[in-house]
């Protein structure tokens, strides 16, 4: 157990079937940009959200794409510095909360996010626009991380901006919110949180606390993502699903993620996975390396969850998911064996990589690519 | 399972070996005022931590009473406003701590702590000088809460006082601080956290985060309290109980206790117990009867905690607290029959009783006291 250790989570949490409809008392001043998909806008569920706070100036941005691009965040910065926005609030999957945070400091910070982002050199003032995040999938946690990930549209590099001016002031979670995702979805976005949780707890830079956090959120996960993608009705799963995402959100945001996520990346960027699905299509192969330097730790979890060893455990977790028809072999994703040298190197070049228990090197994460094509 | 709950816990927790001698960067502004008990003062523990606030100029206020009275509070304050203080610094166990957390507030907030608590009626403006907590036992977590206590020295009442000014900015838990503490300090700490992470369990107000911390706590709790008390220099279970006692402090921040500290203020107050021994007293009386609402969630940490069922956990406590001297009767603190219907009277008048997982009233409790005298 690492002996020297920080946690910080600034953001307040609120949780509960319903709540997003009564949000008014938490919202700062009088105007509100709500930034969304064109999906959930036209379902009229950010307008349901919006329709609550009531006695607000609300306006709304609803062209945030899937790995939003900087692009987009400018153009939703200029709709909230029209409309001088108090308060923007981040509705959907990971994409739109993103977008979420950094329009919030850019009302009040001139200039484009390249200013500041990939390679810009100015630096954010503190955000003195209120922000509160609100998942519509169970899976981001970006609600409770000060993490933006966002897309060069010209480069197509995907990179993470992480600033402490991006804890959102209030993470409102409703389960509601979930109930029209389609089986697909339900089981990528929460394979995508067990990733979080199980990423968090195998970190080279895990703490006892999210240790602890992400021990229950696989628990959760576990139990109820099979139920929620059998029947999308079950309000019960829907929940545990929704509190093992944020809780898993909270045990990440505290110690990032590890080679899963790191691999993920040119495997969204260059092959067009989701990110539930590029990041659990190596899950288990993860999984039966953690073993290298995290024996006994893994040891742990897995009879916590029930299983009688590491192997065992990372064999129900591939079962798991294939009863949910996610793909399981890189070759689904149109991966050939002549990409994985490629796709080894962007994944080693991502420093998370080598938070994860096991030597990651060309050699060691190309063989475990082999090992899934 | 709760399925409305908040979470905020916006206190920085910084923990390691060593740390509290290097808090200099942390420290807002350049005037700081130590407030802590004659004993941290004298054995110079709290002047090589200002020592380490290089650059700062330093006060100290080190007139801290156990069960600290308000005119304490009042007279630190006097010291912090002559000193003009940027930030108030508390060390120790609860009394130092909760001490600095009014005081940093009444720098800048007029008047007398009576003027805002107990029949007060003034609001406390927000707090503008910095607060940080650092504890010298395992076992208070009064650095990551938003709680004083404070005893109104001429009606011997003690009374909580609950306000978000009290959330440290930081919270500094260095496990070499506690290494010169007594065996049975180490016991009556360690098992008050105890209480802490059993009590924010089942209480009727749990949540899933804190739950998910508050078994981890316990667990380490039953496996290192002993080990500490045994050998006072062992740094590994020293610093698993720093570890225990800080998440059992997050855990009960959000859920507040139950009929164990509700039952304690009385003993403390009227038998002087300290505040470790008046609450692990009926720790196992009210393990046991906490079947009466929550009988699967006690079974299942029962389970996960190696028993076989709740009774057979709560004997496993009374005997830990046996194995290391610390009184299980009532009587041993001088109470007798006749004292029983007034303990039961002042424990049920505070609220937080009534967040046991037990029918509590004047019968139940005097049954519960009687079957531990």
Request: charged share 20%; glycine share 8%; proline share 5%.
């Amino acid at each position: 157990m690492t002996e020297q250790f920080k946690f910080h989570m600034p953001t307040q949490i609120l949780f509960g079937r319903g709540l997003v409809k009564h949000l008014a008392d938490y919202i700062p001043g009088e105007k509100v940009l709500i930034v969304s998909d064109p999906f959930l806008y036209k379902n009229g569920v950010a307008q349901a959200i919006g329709d609550g706070m009531t006695g607000k100036k609300v306006a709304y941005f609803s062209d945030i794409e899937p790995n939003p691009s900087c692009e987009s965040v400018d153009a939703a910065a200029a709709v909230a510095r029209e409309h001088s926005a108090d308060c923007v609030v981040g509705i959907g999957g990971g994409s739109s909360m993103d977008v979420a945070k950094i329009v919030s400091c850019l009302v009040t910070n001139p200039g484009s996010i390249y200013d500041y982002y990939s390679g810009g050199t100015k630096k954010l003032c503190p955000r003195t626009t209120g922000l509160i995040c609100i998942p519509t999938t169970a899976g981001t946690g970006s609600e409770v991380t000060n993490v933006g990930v966002f897309t060069n549209r010209s480069t197509h590099v995907k990179l993470p901006m992480v600033n402490n001016e991006f804890w959102p002031d209030i993470a409102a979670i409703d389960p509601d919110l979930t109930v029209t995702l389609p089986p697909a979805v339900t089981a990528s976005t929460g394979m995508d949180a067990f990733c979080h949780a199980i990423e968090a707890y195998w970190n080279k830079e895990s703490l006892p606390l999210c240790d602890m956090l992400a021990m229950g959120a696989m628990k959760l996960i576990l139990k109820n993502v099979k139920k929620a993608y059998d029947n999308p009705q079950d309000m019960e799963a829907r929940s545990a699903m929704s509190k093992a995402s944020l809780i898993a959100g909270v045990a990440f945001s505290q110690t990032r993620t590890t080679g899963i996520h790191a691999t993920s990346f040119p495997l969204t960027a260059e092959f067009g996975a989701s990110h539930g699905i590029a990041c659990s299509i190596t899950l288990p192969a993860f999984m039966r390396i953690s073993g290298e330097l995290e024996q006994e730790k893994m040891q742990e979890l897995a009879s916590y969850l029930g299983y009688s060893c590491l192997e065992d455990f990372a064999d129900g977790v591939e079962q798991l998911m294939g009863s949910m028809k996610m793909p399981l072999r890189l070759h689904e994703l149109g991966v050939k064996e002549e990409d994985i040298p490629h796709i080894a190197e962007v994944a080693l070049s991502a420093q998370i990589i080598q938070l994860t228990p096991a030597v990651m090197n060309m050699e060691t994460v190309e063989r475990l690519l082999r090992s899934i094509l």
